[in-house]
């Protein structure tokens, strides 16, 4: 079993969705999440507020700095994620197609490191 | 047979069968390499089956080798190895082997480029210096690309696996599209000579290997029999003296009957299953162009109104004005391509430049065919194009 992480990309230039179709996307997601469960692919899940409300602890010189904002200034911020646990990226990319369609939005998948593999 | 032609038939099938040994690609190419040069020691005559010898010879290697090693992934692996049955000789589980290999190295989830790459290295047997001459591209960048696909294939997970039926039609369509673009390059080279027969002959023999795999899937019998029937009509493409003579003008008693005869009969076979795609339609086009004395444009016709319904682009369009311009004339195809939209493309003010001569709009045929020339990549092509300019001017 391997372990990958399902990224939602979010494109936060384009405007808040009204609240009607917010709720219906978060029916359609949580149908996919329980989907997992019932699977046995589920690890866990997790939305995330929009980056405007991101901190950035970096280090510097043996302390710390603290800035407002993501880590990066791009478009697409990640919106949220699952992090699941199937046998390869196929069975991957078949979640993430479900993810794709619930939420609207492009999903990065992405492997956990798994060290068994380096050589 | 030598060694080097051994190599070449017996590479891909070798690294696909150790492959579902060993679990790991990169392993399975040293192993398969140690084997080869195991050979050349050692052989005084070939082997009644090299094959089967190349893959014992190499699983010993690996065993060896990952006996030495002390990882914990080393002895697991070692344990799959010391149970896998004896002699990998049956046709059926290595054919299996050498498909699962395809559809690793067309998984989607590589880049096309890398798919290629892959493709000619781990099933064509083809040294990266060969696969980097054909595609143009510094030795490093394909040896980079390998190396980057392979450890994705590794640490993505990447399964190796024929995918299952709600998956095939997307994925098997990405195998066709990298065997098509291998043959194609051979075919009209991006720079430098016409032709390179040895990925046509690559690209032809792994086709050849998918619908021997394959044989209920039309598109891949449509896409042989498309191979087929063009390469059939390579001896007649260029002229005597290097020159690119184009279809209307070359000696059909040059052109090779006896794969002319295999590719109509494959056209007739998918044709039956009753499924049409992109790539059977295109194969019937070449069966008319390559039936009898002279080609039945008003057929080619109806054929490229079909393949436009099927997989509409703007390379179609321009290649059914083509039709169009011999069975309604060249006042009708032009009007059909004047909105085309192929940034790059020469063939298209190729196409232009031809018709607006047959209308006698010289001028504007001559600014059509300099457009052409500046685009064309490759020698013969860019000196056809200017013989033609040449004569009207």
Known sequence: MRQYLLAVQLDESERDAPEDEVRAMLARTGKVTDEMKAAGSWVFVGGLEHSDASTVVRPAGGTTTITDGPFAETK????????????DLDQALAWARKCALACGQPIEVRPFGDPSLRR | MDVDGIYRAEYGRC???LTRLLGDISLAE?????AFATAVEKWEKTPPNPGAWIVTTARNRAIDRLRRESTREARHAQALLLHAPDEPREVGPVRDDQLRMI?????????????AALTLRLLGGLEVGEIARAYLVPETTVSQ???RAKK????AGIPYRVPGEGELPERLDSVLTVLYLVFNEGYTSTSGELLRTDLCLEAIRLARALAELMPG????????ALLLLTEARRPARVGPSGELVVLAEQDRSLWNRELIAEGHELVRRCLRLGRPGPYQVQAAINAVHTDGEATDWTQVLALYDQLWRLAPSPVVALN???AVAEVHGPAEALAGIEDLDLPGYHHLPATRANLLSRLGRTAEAVAAYDEAIALATNDTERAFLAAKRAVLS
């Open chain 1, 76 to 87: 697409e911020q990640l919106g949220g994620f699952w992090v699941i646990q199937v046998e």
């Open chain 2, 15 to 17: 690294v696909a069968t």
């Open chain 2, 30 to 34: 040293e192993a398969v390499q140690d």
């Open chain 2, 103 to 115: 559809f690793t190295c067309c998984h989607p989830a590589l880049s096309p480029p890398a798919r």
């Open chain 2, 145 to 147: 690309r390998i190396v």
């Open chain 2, 152 to 155: 994705k294939i590794r640490d």
């Open chain 2, 217 to 224: 899937e039309p598109e891949v019998t449509g896409l042989l």
């Open chain 2, 320 to 322: 059914r004005a083509v």
